[in-house]
């Protein structure tokens, strides 16, 4: 396998797992799933009590509208590997990098304001996941696709 195709798999396949945890965000959040996620996000606005009722109902209401624009975004960029982005098509590619670059930047910075560390640990990681394959394959723009 030549390793743009490599990148190019990488890339559909990390945008349907970004869809697919979007999915789970907006249909499981106060779940177990998300457990892990939400103890570490909770007692930084709310303290060891907890979140009150409606904090509660409105983290419902976020979670699903966040889960929903990552699930729709993932699927997106999974799309965009497999097409454009696959046959090297130069507007493809900062279709792909710019949106990640701006997400990356405002997510975190508001992370980072509220001592959400999680969150940026999780936003390290996603532009990492996201981005490595996009910086490997930059240059393989100049040339035609095979």
């Known amino acids: 396998m030549h390793a743009f195709s490599f990148y190019r798999a990488w890339l559909a396949l990390a945008g349907l797992l970004v869809s697919a945890f979007g999915l789970a965000l907006a249909l499981g959040s106060r779940g177990e799933l998300f457990a892990f996620f939400t103890k570490r996000v909770d007692p930084v606005f709310w303290g060891p009590a907890g979140p009150p009722a409606a904090a509660l109902e409105f983290q419902s ?7 929903a624009t990552a699930a729709g975004w993932g699927l997106m960029m999974a799309f965009l590997a497999w097409t454009a982005w696959g046959r090297r ?13 701006l997400w990356f930047a405002v997510d975190t ?3 980072l304001y509220h001592g959400v560390w999680i969150n940026v640990g ?3 990681l996603l532009l990492v996941v996201l981005g490595l394959p996009q910086a490997l394959a ?3 723009f100049s040339r035609p696709a095979p």
């Not at 209401?61 to 889960?67: D, Q």
């Not at 098509?89 to 670059?101: K, N, Q």
Request: aromatic fraction near 24%; include cysteine; proline fraction near 7%.
């Open 61 to 67: 209401w976020i979670y699903g509208a966040s889960g």
């Open 122 to 124: 999780l936003n390290c």
């Open 109 to 111: 910075f508001y992370s």
């Open 138 to 140: 930059w240059k393989s």
């Open 89 to 101: 098509e130069p507007w493809a590619r900062y279709a792909m990098a710019v949106p990640l670059g």
